[in-house]
């Protein structure tokens, strides 16, 4: 058995991809990435390790170039990581958001297959599937119920990913991973939107934040613990899929103090406008992670507290924004 590691990972350009490239070259892999050509293709995320990983050209819509990124990279491990990841948007793109969030999945799988059966698959399931949720809080046997199109694509990518575990016999997995933030978060998510313009308005640079609902509330944590569970997911023995949660909910408003006390602004409501675009067709009640079964298998907690992270994501923030 060879001892040379390498891994390819889907979205690699994005937060949670960015992230998990880093661990992974700490861990001594060599790291491929499979990215779109698009011409808006932003690497700001992996400028700092560019040079230590080898990019692919492939799309999840594109079967051939996904059978091509696994041939040219010969991954032992494949981690399923891009998809349509703004629940927003998924609105806006049903069909788009089906095609690359759930039959993207089954593109990927049968790509493995048919190049490399005995690579291990990580595929990112999402806190979305339990949409309006059953039980509370929400474990690895809890009901899906998904409320928007994303949430609908990511469990057929689940499930998808369980049949063909089941049929053929693949080392394939699915974290059920809960919000996840951090300082390379889009700034069109809420907690980096609202980081953001608590530096903005600090730096004198805008006036005002405009949010939907309040009262939402999240798990939310750190992404750079998240990515930790993802790789030991997939040096178990067994592929089982894993909640992967704080166990806290917290809600936008909470997040909104934190933000603002960090920037030195004090009451956060003065500079808040509520604006009804933001507000979802059907909101997501109350999704609290248990994470118990990571724990117990994985050994995995999570390190950072939300407070922790609002504060260091203002920070950076604060930083980015500083007047040079």
């Not at 991954?75 to 049903?94: D, G, H, K, R």
């Not at 994303?150 to 998808?160: L, W």
């Not at 997939?234 to 933000?259: F, M, N, W």
């Not at 500079?271 to 298998?297: C, M, N, Q, W």
Request: with cysteine; hydrophobic share 35%; aromatic share 10%.
């Amino acid at each position: 058995m060879s001892t040379r590691r390498s891994a390819l990972i889907t979205g690699i350009t994005g937060q949670d991809g960015s992230y998990l490239a880093e661990l992974l070259l700490e861990k001594g892999y060599e790291v491929h990435g499979m990215v779109r050509r698009a011409s808006t293709e932003k690497f700001d995320r992996i400028e700092q390790i560019r040079d230590r990983i080898t990019l692919h050209q492939g799309d999840l819509l594109d079967q051939r170039s996904l059978v091509d990124a696994l041939r040219a990279s010969d991954p032992t491990e494949i981690y399923n990581l891009a998809a349509m990841s703004f629940v927003a948007v998924s609105w806006i793109q049903p069909t788009l958001t089906a095609e690359f969030t759930g039959v993207g999945v089954t593109r990927m799988l049968e790509a493995m297959r048919e190049v490399c059966p005995q690579a291990r698959f990580y595929q990112a399931s999402s806190s979305e599937m339990f949409g309006k949720v059953l039980e509370v809080p929400q474990t690895e046997t809890t009901p899906f119920y998904p409320r928007s199109p994303y949430g609908v694509a990511k469990v057929y990518g689940h499930f998808i990913t369980v049949n063909y575990r089941e049929s053929y016999d693949l080392h394939a997995t699915s974290g059920i991973l809960f919000n996840h933030e951090s300082e390379r978060r889009g700034r069109e998510f809420v907690t980096r939107k609202i980081t953001w313009t608590a530096a903005a308005i600090k730096h004198g640079l805008t006036k005002e934040l405009r949010l939907g609902n309040l009262d939402a509330e999240r798990d939310w944590g750190y992404a750079k613990d998240y990515v930790e569970a993802m790789w030991l997911m997939l040096q178990q023995d067994k592929p089982e899929d894993y909640v992967i949660a704080t166990g806290e909910a917290h809600s936008v408003r909470e997040c909104c103090q934190v933000a603002f006390d960090e920037a030195g602004l004090g009451d956060f409501e003065q500079y808040v406008t509520i604006d009804p675009a933001f507000v979802r067709p059907a909101e997501v009640d109350h999704l609290i992670g248990d994470s118990s079964k990571a724990e117990r298998d994985l050994g995995w907690k999570p390190q950072t507290s939300f407070e922790e992270l609002i504060r260091l994501m203002t920070r950076s923030d604060l930083k980015l924004l500083k007047p040079r």
